[in-house]
DNA sequence: TTGTTCGTACGAAATTTTTCCTACCTTTGT
DNA sequence: ACAAAGGTAGGAAAAATTTCGTACGAACAA
């Protein structure tokens, strides 16, 4: 993996990731809706630049180009994950973690979850 | 908190996070050792700029000027790990912790810290 | 004293990323 | 047929980030 997505193409390929393949139209106005205003072929540029890097192909039979992400999500982000955790907690995932249970916005329900995670993780495992 | 560094303005946080006040020439070495080849005034316009933007402040009065962050390293990287938990897990910071599992490069040892942590901040909030 | 080293200031340039204008073609509705 | 709506292509510009050259003063060593 030596691709590293920049934010907005991160945000059309959780959108791609999301939803599967789809035209510019669409998810420009995913990206409207959820995000924050942007041109349509700002987002049309975007995506063929993204198409030429091989991050993304499409299918031009049509008049509306169905793109389709080329790079998969979990090991995206596995990556992405990677390089956050170096960078900013040199390397330590339990540092991240003690980070996300300090803060507030962790929701009870959230941490519940967590300790199920290990649970599972755990027996999986023995 | 309204404060985003960049790439390279988190890096050089990182150095006085952890070393405490510095000077541009100490900075500019750590990050030559630890990260990349990058010249002096490279990272001492770096400085000057987030000094500018309220980043750190200096102390003028020896002619090595001494750098000090001005914002907090947990509350920064609080920010941007919600940031980040929000942009890849759609805020969910279970998915993130099942990425991590999952991440062939966490190893028992972290994974024995998780469950740790998650037994600790239980006892303190039963 | 004098030259070398080390510091800051400043401006400009290079790079990367993002945005949008314009042209032109196809489809659709009247 | 024709206008309106919606599509792609391409170039350029804008914005954000990063890098570095040059000038010049202070400290220091010979």
Chains 1, 2 share one sequence.
Not at 12 to 27: A, E, K, M, Y
Not at 30 to 40: P, S
Not at 81 to 86: A, T
Not at 117 to 126: G, I, M, P, S
Request: hydrophobic share 35%; no cysteine.
């Amino acid at each position: 993996m030596e691709i590293e997505p920049t934010k907005s193409e991160l945000e059309i390929l959780q959108v791609l990731w999301h939803h599967g393949p789809s035209t510019v139209r669409f998810v420009n106005d995913k990206l409207n809706e959820q995000k924050r205003a942007v041109q349509y072929t700002s987002t049309l540029k975007l995506m063929q630049i993204m198409a030429e890097k091989q991050m993304l192909t499409r299918d031009e039979s049509q008049m509306k180009h169905i793109y389709i992400p080329l790079i998969e999500e979990g090991q995206t982000k596995e990556f992405l994950l990677e390089k956050f955790v170096d960078n900013m907690y040199n390397g330590s995932s339990s540092s991240l973690v003690m980070q996300l249970l300090g803060n507030k916005k962790t929701s009870k329900e959230e941490i519940s979850e967590l300790r199920a995670l290990l649970d599972e993780f755990d027996k999986n495992n023995a």
